[in-house]
Every structure is written in C-alpha cells, then in structure tokens.
C-alpha cells in the first residue's frame, strides 16, 4: 500500500461517524470526485490563460468535433450544448466578436444559418487542447506506462458497467454529436 494521502484522512475522520463506511468504496469514490475537481479547476486556470471561459471552449470543441467544413446549425448546437437557444445566441454573438465563428447561410438552403469555425477559432481551440494535454500528462505522469494502461481497463470497465445501466457517458461524435 502507498503512503496515505488526505482521502484515508477524510475516510479515519468519516469512519468514526459512519459505522458501515466501506473505506476501499469511499476511497476510489471520492479520490475520482477529487482528481476530476483537480483537473476542472486546471481547466478553468488553463482556458482563462487563452482568454476562454469553458462554455466558449465547449461551442469551439463542438464545432472541431462535427468535422469539416466545421459547420452546424445553431438548432443542433443548442441542443448538444443543452443550452436554450437564446442564450447560445447571446454567446455565439460574443465568440464572433472575438473572430473565432462566423454565422453563414447554408449553402444548400439559403433560410438556415449555420456557425462556423473560423482559423482563429480553430487556432485557440488547439492551443488550448495542447494546454489540457500536458496538464494531464503531468497529473498521469506519477504512474508508469504499465499502471496507465491498468487504470484505463479498470476504468474502461466501470464506463461500461454504468453505460449498461443507461445512456452513453459520451456522445458519439461520429453521429453528429
């Protein structure tokens, strides 16, 4: 076993409350809650850094993500967003001022707009995404290669236990998001 961290104290403080605590659940619990509260904090420290705020980020990402001509309907990404298309549209005016989208009319029917990702958008998106990747390559960087791919299968196998029990966890991008 590794030498304890603040998670068994939480758990040695908890235990003397809650006679039935099982400390191995509380503790892959709550150390998952901890390390994915760690990584938005970074998230917020590293998007703040490339003038973000994580919902620009998040309308950027889908964009990259629907794949060229990195086009969709505002309809569409409202609803992968699930935001109300009013405030997406108070948003996308604030991101086309910054010069990452463009609105344009669909070439196919001109009555529909579509957003658009601009080089710039395209531009913060990777940097910001390069940022994300060494933040987590930091934090991953204590275990070796062998207990990375471990921790991925197990892992890997409460996704899928929890998929059975409901919707995917993520969306499928390849549908369309």
């Known amino acids: 076993m590794s030498e304890p961290d603040s998670i068994d104290r939480h758990i040695a403080h908890w235990s003397r409350e809650l006679s039935d605590l099982d400390p191995q659940l509380e503790g892959i619990v709550t150390r998952m809650q901890m390390l994915v ?3 938005k904090r970074k998230k917020d420290i590293w998007l703040a850094e490339g003038g973000l705020k994580p919902w620009e980020f998040d309308v950027l990402h889908h964009l990259v993500a629907a794949g060229p001509p990195y086009r969709v309907s505002p309809t569409l990404l409202a609803e992968q967003l699930d935001t109300h298309p009013a405030t997406l549209t108070n948003r996308l005016d604030r991101i086309e001022e910054a010069g990452y ?7 196919s029917d001109r009555r529909r707009l579509l957003v658009a990702l601009t080089s710039a ?13 060494r933040t987590e390559r930091a934090l991953l960087g204590t275990l070796t290669s062998e207990e990375r791919e ?6 890997r196998r409460l996704v899928q236990g ?4 409901g919707p995917p966890l993520m969306p499928d991008w390849s549908s369309g998001g």
Do not use: F, Y
Not at 101 to 107: A, G, K, L, N, V
Not at 150 to 155: A, E, M, R, V
């Open 150 to 155: 471990l921790l991925d299968d197990l892992l």
């Open 37 to 39: 509260r760690l990584l």
């Open 121 to 133: 958008g395209r531009a913060v998106w990777q940097e910001r995404m390069d940022e994300g990747d």
């Open 162 to 165: 929890a998929e059975a029990e």
């Open 101 to 107: 989208i463009r609105r344009e009319h669909d070439p």
